[in-house]
Structures are given as structure tokens and as C-alpha cells.
Nanobody
């Protein structure tokens, strides 16, 4: 059973930093993308960042480029999201998602972790 366990959320002042972690377990496929989505109150879910298992290529939403950095510790099967220069508009529940890219394509989700940025 695939499990994704997020941690690292919290309350921070604008301009501060947080690092989110997502520990993945229970999967055996090696072609996947893992990353972060977020949902702010009253808004649709937004893709924030992800990284590919095959070539390490990364994606960042325009809203976080230059401020957020995604990384993976393969030995720990853990993906991190370093968030710097946080803004109040970054306030959201952040979800880790693991997308299996071998047929059938399937998404696994974590339970979410709250990030609140005060102004």
C-alpha cells in the first residue's frame, strides 16, 4: 500500500521560511513524478512543484519560482519543498502527490499539511 506522509507545515510570518517533507512508502514502480499541490480557501487546487524520477526534471508554478525549491532524498524516499520568502497568498493546505506514470496511470495523495503565512 502506497503511503505519503507529509510534515513541516505551520504558521510563519511573511518573509519567513518553511520546509515541507513527504515520506513515501509502499511503492515499487520507478517511473513516477512526485510533488506538491496546494488548495487555498475558496480557490481551486494548484500544482506547485514536482520532480521526475527518470531525469530529475522539475516544474514550478510561476507564483513560486525563485522562492520554492523541490528536492528528493532517494535513500529516504522523501521529497522536500523548501519555501522561502513566504507570502500571505501562499497560505493553503499543501498536499503531496505521487503520480505513477506506468499504465495504469494513478495518483496517490497525502493527507495534507497546513501552511499559514501571516502578514
Amino acid at each position: 500500500e502506497v503511503q505519503l506522509v507529509e510534515s513541516g507545515g505551520g504558521l510563519v510570518q511573511a518573509g519567513g521560511s518553511l520546509r515541507l517533507s513527504c515520506a513515501a512508502s509502499g511503492f515499487t514502480f520507478d517511473d513516477y513524478a512526485i510533488g506538491w499541490f496546494r488548495r487555498a480557501p475558496g480557490k481551486e487546487r494548484e500544482g506547485v512543484s514536482c520532480i521526475s524520477s527518470t531525469d530529475g526534471s522539475t516544474y514550478y508554478a510561476d507564483s513560486v519560482k525563485g522562492r520554492f525549491t523541490i528536492s528528493v532524498d532517494n535513500a529516504k524516499n522523501t521529497v522536500y519543498l523548501q519555501m522561502n520568502s513566504l507570502k500571505p497568498e501562499d497560505t493553503a493546505v499543501y498536499y503531496c502527490r505521487l503520480r505513477r506514470r506506468v499504465t495504469p496511470v494513478y495518483d496517490y495523495w497525502g493527507q495534507g499539511t497546513q501552511v499559514t503565512v501571516s502578514s
